[in-house]
Every structure is written in structure tokens, then in C-alpha cells.
């Protein structure tokens, strides 16, 4: 076989990775479980399938790669990935890679590859973001895996990966479930991002009585200041797109339940069981779930009392530094999940690099990925990316009016929970002494539990009195 790679998988993703793949000049061997798809694929290809060939027969597909081979699945994550290693291991050879390029759950990516240990196969798991368009012109890519897989891999994913100033938006980020585990951390960030931009629309909305265009052209106008990125570009879009048949603003036409595929959740399951807790992600995924309760919210609307004690919107300039301050912590606590399982798996993650290969080609791209990534290349006292200097600087200019936005959807009964999070948090980190000493007490008081005191060692008891 000639193909220097092939792609079995073409939905939406897998054909798009295909085209770009012969664009850039490899010979990519392409396969479909429905083996009618493979023609009409070429067919559409055309002309970059003359740099293809199409295989039905899956031992023919997986001779038509030159070895060593990568194969790359645009499949369904979970149990599919499963069969299709079932059914394609007996025709592999010393030293092939196969690459799950799917938004796979990294425990299962980590399970692969160690099943992959000492075959001789070798198993990639690769994120990637951007969507169609990236796909087919230049995605971001997170690869976890071997060496020799890199190896082999390194010169495609560097050809058709998104550009940040010259530099491709790829890079070998670990071993195993890593490539998997960053793209799930980015997909958390991105739910986040849109739901702090979806909370600004529906303070606007529900508080300010706007129109969705208005609201679109304020957020086009933030383009050209530290929150441009592609989802407030694509945001801006939307509000200004009209559906075709009512001519409303297709915003208003658009049931108010977000679906979900779990790489949201899959963050905070990760960042809960490693004693973190990434609250903006998780208030993210949250309003989903609420979202989906439409039956309930809309009963609840005239029963539940609004208690609301005010009416003043936040001026413009406050609702974007409040966007930006969110961003900026919804990130930081990404980043921290990142690291944490960079200790717990001994991975090894270099954020300054994940930060680089985040600011072209994927979702969550954005100006200040920028910023981070200068950041996390600088000072970074204790590691954090909350505590380098350019990051307080930024922080200096944006947290008062996080307090003013909040504080107004607080008043007013529209709800920012990943705002609000946000500030949480920040509130947290930044006092020396927290509140938690009150928790130790009542562990105490009710259970025995014991505590520590600012002045000794060791475990002590309070001399709580009985209730009577
Ligand atoms: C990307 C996106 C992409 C997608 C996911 C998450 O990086 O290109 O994250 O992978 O949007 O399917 O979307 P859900 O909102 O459906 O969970």
C-alpha cells in the first residue's frame, strides 16, 4: 500500500480531516461502515481524490497504508471504537498506529493503550477541535501517546493543523488518555465561555428588554477589544441572523434547552474526583440541566416569587470586562484541573504549550489565549496562572465590574450562575483565612471529627457545650 494515512470514519469530521489531509499532499486511504458512503465521498472529493482510495473491505483498506501504518477513526466515541479495534487488530503489523480522533472519554483512551502495551500496536488518542471548518482547513490537535507514533504522525498533523503565526496548533502533549484529557478540559472552558456569554444576552434580554440584534451588534463591537474570539464572533452572528420564515431574530425561534454530549460533565467528574472544583464549568453544565427542566421553569414562573429589589442595567463597558474577568477564571480553573491531572497521571502537561496550541483552529480560541500563553511563559508564583502578574493586571481592570454585573443580576432575578461562580472562586482564593474553620467546628461539634488550631500541632477537640 501507498496511502500515507488512512481515515475510516467519513462523517462530517472524518471527511473533512480526509480532504485536508490530500490537500497538503498525502495519500490518504479512506473506509466507511456503510460502504455506499465511500463513493459518493470521492465523488464530492473530487479533485483531491486522486490523492485517495477507497476501501470497503477492511483488510484491503488497511493494506493500502503504507507501513508503518496510522489509521485514524472519526467514529463514535465508546462502545463503536471498541468493535472497530476488535475487527481491525487481526490485520495490523508491527509498529501501526491507530488514532481515536473522536471526543473520546480519556479513561477509556487509557484503558486502549494499555491494552495496546507490548503488541507492538501502538494507540493515539487525539482531540480535535475547530468544528467542520477547522477540520477541513485547519483544526487544533492534542495528541497522547507514544513516541513512535509522533513520530510517524508528526509531519500530516503538522501540515493541516491550524496556524498561530507560523506555528501549527498540534503537539504529542503526553502519554495515553493526555491528548484526550486536554480536548475534554478545552470543551469544559468552551462551556463555559458560552454560557457566560449566553449569561450577558439574557441579562440584556431579560433586565434590559433588548432586541437580539442589539445585543449582536454590541457583542460584534467587542471584536475589536480583549474578548475578541471566535465564540463572541460566532455569538455576534448569531444574534444578527434572522430566520428565514417567521423574520424574527432566529434567537427568539430557538428552544431555550442546550444538549450536551458530556465532555462538560466528564471535566468535573475528573476535577471532583481529584479534589478540585472547577465551578464555572460546573455552572456551565448546570444551567444545561436546567435548561432541559423547560416544563418545570415554566410552571415555576408565576408560582415562584422574583423577590427582585432593583432595575439598573450595567453599563456596556462593564458587561465586558465582567465577560472578560469570567473568562479569565473560568480558564485559570481549567489550567488547575489541567495540572492536577498532569500530577495524578504523571503526564507531565506543559500548559504553556497547551495554552500556544489553543490560539488558532479550535473553539475556545481567542486573544486571550494570548495573554495566558505569555503568562504561563513568564513569572508564575506557585505555579498559578491567577497569580502571574499579567494576569492580575488584567484582573485589576475587570473585577469591579464583575462585582457591578453580578451584583445586578442578583438585584434584578436574572441568573449568572457561571459569572457568579466565577467570582466565587476568586473571592475564595484571595482571602488568607476562609470561613472554613466554621465547618470544622460543626464537624466537630456533631461528629468528633477533629480539627487543627493556628497555634499547635495536631488534632484537637472543642469543649462544645450539650444542647439542651
Ligand atoms: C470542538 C468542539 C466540538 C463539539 C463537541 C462538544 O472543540 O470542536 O468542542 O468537539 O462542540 O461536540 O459539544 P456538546 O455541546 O455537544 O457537548
Redesign the pocket.
Known sequence: GGADIGVYGLGTMGSALAMNLADKGFRVAVSNREADWIADFLTEAEPLAEQMVGEADLAAFVSAIARPRSILFMIPSGAPMDSMIAAITPFLEEGDTLIDGG?ADFNDTRRRSQAFEGTGFHFVGMGV???EE?ARHGPSMMVGGTAHSWTALRPMVEAIAARFQGEPCVDHLGPDGAGHFVKTV??GI?YADMQMIAEVYGLLRDAGEQEAGAIGALFESWQAGPLSSYLIEVSAAALQTVDAQTGQPIVDVILDQA??????RWTLIEALKMGQSASTIEAAVGARGWSSEKPLRVAAEPLLPSGTVGTDLPSADDLERALLAGRILGHAQGFRILSAASEEFAWSLDLARISEIWRAG??IRSSLLDDLAEAFRGDLPMGQLILAPRIIALLETCIPSLRRVVAVGASTGVALPALSAALAWYDSIRRGRGSANMIQAQRDFFGAHGFARVDAEGKHHGDWPALT
Open positions: 471526543n477541535s475547530g468544528g477547522g478545552h470543551n468552551e444538549g450536551q454530549k458530556g465532555t462538560g479550535c473553539i
